[in-house]
């Protein structure tokens, strides 16, 4: 399969804390992207992606623009978290802004091919989870995308997962994809 098409349902906290969710456990152990609707997905034709500038970020834009059929609007949106900072030493260091640009070109010149498909570059300021669904609902998104990196649970714990935060909150389908390791 190229896909994996699977339900999203609301679950308590105490579901969450068991681990009662089917669409979070196939989403973390598949190599194949898994798409996670709530309702019926028509017309892809503005999609999110969430990037980090890593292998999945790329695969799931890949996915995305063929699920697109070539045509519509990507967002590659990267969202820089706000900095802490201790006696003036950054304690977050972020790509430089030429890294980022050269990604956005590498992956809009991937996704571009021969296709209509426009590849709009964002780079916005906030908490993640909470940026994305902003802008996914500002700009009218008909799905988000973003990549896993195959955290395991403890690691989930320290480090966060965007992805898991996404499946969970966002009124819209997700894409989730894992790069090739």
Not at 5 to 33: A, D, K, Q, Y
Not at 81 to 105: K, M, N, T, Y
Request: overall charge neutral; glycine content about 10%; aromatic content about 4%.
């Amino acid at each position: 399969a190229g896909l994996i098409v699977s339900g999203r349902t609301t679950h308590n906290s105490f579901e969450r804390l068991i681990g009662n969710e089917t669409t979070l456990h196939i989403m973390r152990s598949s190599h194949i992207p898994v798409l996670a609707v709530c309702a019926a997905t028509q017309g892809l034709r503005q999609v999110v992606v969430a990037t980090d500038f890593s292998n999945s970020s790329v695969k799931t834009a890949q996915v995305a623009a063929e699920l697109m059929g070539g045509n519509g609007t990507i967002h590659l949106v990267h969202v820089d978290e706000p900095r802490d900072v201790i006696a003036g030493i950054p304690l977050h260091q972020g790509p430089s802004p030429s890294d980022i640009v050269a990604w956005f070109r590498r992956t809009s010149a991937l996704l571009i091919g021969q296709s209509q498909l426009r590849v709009e570059p964002a780079v916005l300021s906030g908490e993640p989870v909470e940026t994305l669904l902003e802008f996914s609902e500002r700009i009218g998104a008909s799905m988000i995308g973003a990549g896993s990196h195959g955290y395991s649970r403890v690691e989930r714990m320290f480090l966060g997962s965007v992805s898991t935060a996404l499946v969970r909150r966002s009124p819209f389908p997700v894409l989730v994809a894992r790069g090739d390791r």
